[in-house]
């Protein structure tokens, strides 16, 4: 008989929005994954014998080893930018964003285990798949009422605009 047991975390409350985090700690993410990527790459070239002249070719294979493609539209209107990324198979808590007044960075991480036994065998898969991806925005936007929901697989972004400053005409004088 063949049992299926799913050691998949369970979460009681998932928040309605993606956690919003501090620039710092996305960027020092965005670093260990370069390195993931670059220790890979270099697996494939000492794989290959050491030769040389594959290096891109052993770094995009790392990268889509590693690294999820997630496709964003980012969209202006007069008083907000919105940013639309498609992040299937993500939760809510599997999502981090930081926003900044001319920079967004959205980083995700999932792992799924899943474990089969039958007559003496144990078959355990685990699945774990990241992204992290970093924009300058087209325009400043105020981070303090940016908002942000999860819905379907794809990530929405409500950056509010900051209002242009008017200018102000000051008058010379002479001394």
Same mark, same amino acid.
């Given at each position: 008989?063949?049992?299926?047991?799913?050691? *998949?975390?369970?979460?009681?409350?998932?928040?309605?929005?993606?956690?919003?985090?501090?620039?710092?700690?996305?960027?020092?993410?965005?670093?260990?994954?370069?390195?993931?990527?670059?220790?890979?790459?270099?697996?494939?070239? *000492?794989?290959?014998?050491?030769?040389?002249?594959?290096?891109?070719?052993?770094?995009?294979?790392?990268?889509?080893?590693?690294?999820?493609?997630?496709?964003?539209?980012?969209?202006?209107?007069?008083?907000?930018?919105?940013?639309?990324?498609?992040?299937?198979?993500?939760?809510?808590? *599997?999502?981090?964003?930081?926003?900044?007044?001319?920079?967004?960075?959205?980083?995700?991480?999932?792992?799924?285990?899943?474990?089969?036994?039958?007559?003496?065998?144990?078959?355990?898969?685990?699945?774990?798949?990241?992204?992290?991806?970093?924009?300058?925005?087209?325009?400043?936007?105020?981070?303090?009422?940016?908002?942000?929901?999860?819905?379907?697989?794809?990530?929405?972004?409500?950056?509010?605009?900051?209002?242009?400053?008017?200018?102000?005409?000051?008058?010379?004088?002479?001394?």
């Amino acid at each position: 008989m063949q049992s299926q047991r799913s050691l *998949e975390p369970q979460f009681k409350s998932a928040p309605a929005s993606p956690i919003l985090v501090e620039a710092e700690k996305l960027f020092d993410q965005m670093k260990e994954l370069s390195q993931s990527v670059a220790r890979r790459a270099y697996e494939f070239f *000492e794989a290959r014998g050491r030769e040389l002249g594959h290096d891109l070719d052993d770094w995009i294979r790392a990268e889509s080893e590693l690294l999820r493609r997630v496709p964003v539209e980012i969209t202006e209107s007069d008083d907000q930018l919105t940013v639309r990324a498609e992040v299937p198979g993500f939760s809510a808590d *599997e999502v981090q964003v930081s926003v900044e007044p001319r920079r967004l960075v959205i980083s995700g991480n999932s792992a799924r285990w899943a474990e089969q036994k039958s007559e003496g065998v144990v078959y355990t898969e685990r699945r774990s798949s990241q992204f992290c991806r970093a924009f300058d925005l087209p325009a400043e936007v105020d981070p303090a009422r940016a908002g942000a929901s999860l819905k379907d697989g794809v990530l929405e972004l409500r950056l509010p605009r900051v209002a242009p400053s008017q200018a102000v005409q000051v008058e010379v004088k002479t001394p």
